[in-house]
């Protein structure tokens, strides 16, 4: 018998289902973990969610957990989410049968249905949607996951310092080339708004509801294409190839050992913390000028949260093989297999909460609070992913979505 047609042995098998089950967990941190920023989009004014003084200076508390938030959270699990889309391209390449050919059909396939589900996500429920830029951006990374793991992070990094150059050039423009006046209109508009705008986003999103369906849908279609052409485009191909690197050097499938993912832990937080903090002092010493803070505010915790997630990725891989919490990567493990269904229902069960179909309490509540409320949607979905997973299998939209592709 060859070495190719030898069955494989139960110790092999076993070990291939703990690679796949610890993509599972560190799915399942991703999509609970970007709740924690998202939750502040959905409940509080534009302009608050990019802005923390946008009202002046929040109380003590909330301002103490929007720094902490702003520093653990804060792009890292949307960074986690999409290195993982980018090792999902290489594990759905490596199981797929026929041709090359024939998986690059079948993926694209999928995007273009990926896209659908997201501009309908993005343009009826909530305009922050990822889904349609993941499949853009999984259009383009697909085509380059033969390359080279080194090769694919120096593409990534070439990426991420493209974001960080154009944000630069934008911001010299703002503060060198654009009108005073003009600038403070915009700062109006996006940083720091008038109340008479304050009132009227409140009236859109809660009395008035159904009746700015379509101005709302126009808005989201505008802030997606701004997203994507300012920010996403670099960082979603980016971080997706960067997630090709890692899974084919068995970072993110954890076969590393235990002391190296020791020392990335260690090295992440160490470099991404401080690095992030600056961006926060930078911001305070410009007096959140719109002009500077806007993007040039960003760009530190644009590399920080390549670090701090790295950090986070180890620590997950170290307590998932120490089995430390076992009953926790379990709902970890449910809630990753159902991520594009709690990626989704995190949205409904949101602007239920919010926007004026639902409660309406949009505005109404602080950055704590606002956590408090993204600590009970996560105890419902750790909840319902056990169950569904349990007696149902495969997620609904997950179904859906394989069933479209074909």
């Known amino acids: 018998m060859t070495s190719q047609s030898r069955p494989q042995s139960s110790e092999s098998v076993r070990g291939a289902g703990a690679r796949l089950l610890v993509l599972d967990v560190l799915r399942g941190v991703a999509i609970l973990g970007i709740l924690l920023r998202n939750i502040e989009s959905f409940g509080l004014l534009s302009s608050q969610y990019v802005n923390p003084t946008a009202f002046g200076e929040p109380p003590p508390l909330d301002w103490a957990w929007w720094v902490v938030n702003h520093v653990i959270a804060e792009d890292k699990f949307i960074t986690i989410l999409t290195i993982l889309f980018g ?42 949607d990822i889904l349609a830029a993941y499949a853009i951006c999984g259009l383009i990374a697909v085509r380059l996951r033969q390359r080279q793991p080194l090769e694919l992070v120096f593409i990534a990094v070439l990426l991420y310092a493209a974001a960080m150059i154009l944000w630069i050039l934008i911001s010299v423009f703002l503060v060198f080339i654009v009108p005073s006046e003009v600038a403070q209109t915009l700062a109006i508009r996006y940083w720091g708004p008038s109340s008479e705008m304050i009132a009227r986003e409140i009236t859109r999103l809660t009395s008035e509801w159904f009746a700015y369906t379509g101005e709302r849908m126009l808005n989201a279609l505008g802030a997606q294409l701004w997203m994507l052409a300012s920010d996403r485009i670099f960082r979603m191909l980016g971080m997706m190839l960067l997630g090709m690197a890692l899974f084919r050097i068995g ?47 960003r760009i530190a915790n644009h590399w920080a949260s390549v670090a701090v997630a790295l950090a986070w990725i180890s620590l997950a891989i170290i307590i998932f093989r120490k089995r430390l919490a076992a009953p926790a990567c379990a709902a970890l493990a449910a809630v990753g297999r159902l991520a594009m269904t709690n990626y989704i229902m995190q949205s409904l069960i949101a602007t239920a909460i919010f926007y004026g179909f639902g409660l309406g309490l949009f505005g109404m509540f602080g950055y704590l ?19 569904w997973r349990r007696y149902i299998g495969q997620g609904p939209l997950e179904r859906l979505w394989r069933r479209l592709a074909g």
């Open 369 to 387: 609070e606002l956590f408090g409320i993204a600590l009970g949607i996560w105890a419902f979905q750790i909840v319902f992913s056990l169950l």
């Open 251 to 297: 970072f993110l499938s954890g076969e590393w050992k235990l002391r190296s993912y020791r020392r990335v832990l260690v090295v992440g937080l160490l470099v991404g913390v401080p690095v992030s903090l600056v961006g926060v002092w930078f911001n305070q010493a410009t007096g959140w000028d719109f002009r500077y803070s806007m993007f040039l505010g």
């Open 87 to 128: 090792a999902g391209i290489v594990l759905m390449a490596r199981g797929a049968h026929g041709t090359a050919s024939d998986f690059q059909q079948r993926f694209d396939r999928r995007m273009w249905w990926l896209l659908v589900f997201g501009l309908v996500h993005g343009l009826l429920v909530w305009p922050g």
